[in-house]
């Protein structure tokens, strides 16, 4: 019997060969986090070894594990963990876009559910384990009673609810960074954090996914273990495309966005102030200094940068741009970029430099939010632009 274990075959090995990789990176995680103390690092640990936790149990099945050792009492301690998966996602998404964020002793209430299915399952093993028998069974009385058909149903629905829940709040809090970063940058695109919005797209698909597969095997016909292998193999691609991007993302630059994801109240300026604190002047200095001093040319400004400059605070810049000029810090500055580019087009610089060459002289740092601010801009792509010869 012991020849059935361990069994690598189509199922099992590439699971195997996933969570290898993920606790890989979990433990590279771990070990920056306390070389560094990035508490976004411990996060991101976390959740790829729970996630990878959950893998390995479904994957020494597939190996034969469960067939093999009848009496294993793994059941016990395969504990569906997304209550505290989804937390840890948002806290995570929170600590790299929050330069503010410090975990506080209110945040382990997110962690309630989690600790409370923890301590229940360890109540229901030892009482189990108690009783006659135990030894040669690989469920006790309360595991078959109790647990698994009336427990595990209700543990399901409320973490459904849970889950949608966390989900959207994740969702909302990367979104108003995504805004922000536009409020203070000029250029974006190494801080847009595009595979987070990757990762909480597919963890999306994969939370309809178990929906579906759950209700299916519910209320239709009960899929087996075989069956469900395609959702197991999903999560586990998920895990390394988080684990590798997490580990090998550089977030230091977000350091100067210093704002806080709840606003407060007294950070929220009186209408009347903003009306007078803009002035014309304002509005004229500012246009001067971008023509005269061109700013915009150094690629790495930002709000703090041209607010020196221009001898104003961030928010009475930020306002003058807003108000006076409609548009956000990011769509002021790339539009004087823009019109730095298509005079420079006027004499002939591109017969020298090839069009992303000029981009980069104008201020912008990568050719995808160059061809998109162009476009935005001016309805065409800077190749159609020179062809046309638009001036």
Known sequence: ????????????????????????????????????????????????????????????????????????????????????????????????????????????????????????????????????????????????????????????????FQNLLYLAFTFQLFYFYRKKIKGFFSNTYKMELNWILSFLVLYALLFVYDFAQTTVSNLVIELNYMQQWWMTLYTGLIIIYVGVMGFFTDTTKLQKLNFSFTPNRSSIPNLDDVEKSISPDDIASLKALMSNQKPYLNPDLNL???????????????????????????????????????????????????????AFECGFNSKATFNRVFKKLTNTSPTEYLKTGIS
Request: charge should be positive; glycine fraction near 4%.
């Open 1 to 160: 019997m012991l020849l059935l274990f361990p069994d690598f075959n189509i199922h099992s090995t590439p699971l195997l060969f996933l969570s290898i990789q993920g606790l890989i990176f979990a433990l590279l995680l771990c070990y920056r986090y306390l070389k560094k103390r990035n508490v976004s690092d411990l996060f991101l640990f976390l959740i790829l070894l729970i996630t990878c936790y959950s893998q390995t149990c479904y994957t020494i099945g597939f190996m034969g594990w469960y067939d093999t050792f009848r009496n294993t009492k793994v059941n016990y301690w395969l504990i569906p963990m997304s209550v505290a998966l989804l937390p840890l996602i948002y806290l995570y998404v929170k600590s790299i876009t929050m330069t503010s964020f410090k975990f506080k002793k209110k945040d382990w209430l997110h962690f309630v559910p989690a600790f409370l299915i923890i301590a229940y399952r360890v109540v229901i093993y030892t009482y189990d384990a108690s009783l006659d028998g135990f030894n040669t069974t690989q469920n006790g009385y309360l595991k078959i009673n109790l647990d698994e058909p009336f427990v595990l149903p209700i543990y399901a629905i409320l973490g459904y």
């Open 304 to 358: 703090a940068d041209l607010a020196q400059m221009a001898r104003m605070n961030r928010a009475q810049l930020s306002e003058t741009i807003n108000s006076g000029f409609d548009m956000n810090f990011n769509d002021f500055v790339n539009k004087y970029r823009v019109e730095e580019f298509k005079r420079k087009l006027d004499d002939k610089v591109h017969q020298k430099l090839s069009l992303l060459g000029i």
